[in-house]
């Protein structure tokens, strides 16, 4: 997550991206798996977003991501 944190911020100051835009990050299972929004699991296609890590709403606390977007 601080990782994330880290980028982010970085991609901000370089100009590549903004505050306003969203990326959505989601785990490597995830993607191997072929989960996406709408699946019959109903499992959030996205962990979070780059407004919730800007934003500091998202927590990362012994290997759990919490306060992620609800979508």
């Known amino acids: 997550m601080v990782d994330v944190k880290r980028v982010m911020h970085a991609l901000v100051e ?9 990326i959505y990050y989601k785990c490597d299972a995830y993607t191997y798996l072929h989960v996406k929004s709408g699946n019959e699991y109903k499992l959030p296609a996205s962990l979070y977003s780059s407004e919730d890590v800007l934003q500091d709403k998202v927590k990362y606390t012994d290997g759990v991501i919490t306060g992620r977007s609800k979508k």
Do not use: H, V, Y
């Open 14 to 22: 370089l100009g590549i991206t903004n505050r306003e835009s969203k």
